[in-house]
Nanobody
Framework: QVQVVESGGGLVQPGGSLRLSCAASGIIFSIYSMGWYRQAPGKQREFIARISMDNLDIYADSVKGRFTISRDNAKSTAYLEMSSLNPEDTAVYYC??????????????WGQGTQVTVSS
């Protein structure tokens, strides 16, 4: 009964900002690292950012300095704050929850994705 649900996508103008949310249930959220990925039409899914159970974050070079990942364990929710958006950021954004306490268990869950469109 694991659920990973993204929300917050939509249409935004170039240079604008958007905040995505990822609510997870059915997991021990605090021991999962949370990641954001995106996929544009005709392209492979690419890594954007990940935040560990210890609140350490890493970013793809393409979004470093513009995007910020965070988590709220009390709400079992991860966030992706996006700013200085450009049309190249247009994609379906996916949330990933990975059990980083027991990596050998290979527990890995994906959300359904939320569309982000950057256009004037």
């Amino acid at each position: 009964q694991v659920q990973v649900v993204e929300s917050g996508g939509g249409l935004v103008q170039p240079g604008g900002s958007l905040r995505l949310s990822c609510a997870a249930s059915g997991i021990i959220f605090s021991i999962y690292s949370m990641g954001w990925y995106r996929q544009a039409p005709g392209k492979q899914r690419e890594f954007i950012a990940r935040i560990s159970m210890d609140n350490l974050d890493i970013y793809a070079d393409s979004v470093k300095g513009r995007f910020t990942i965070s988590r709220d364990n009390a709400k079992s929710t991860a966030y992706l704050e996006m700013s200085s958006l450009n049309p190249e950021d247009t994609a379906v954004y996916y949330c990933n929850a990975r059990d980083d306490y027991d990596r050998l268990a290979e527990r890995d869950y994906w959300g359904q994705g939320t569309q982000v469109t950057v256009s004037s």
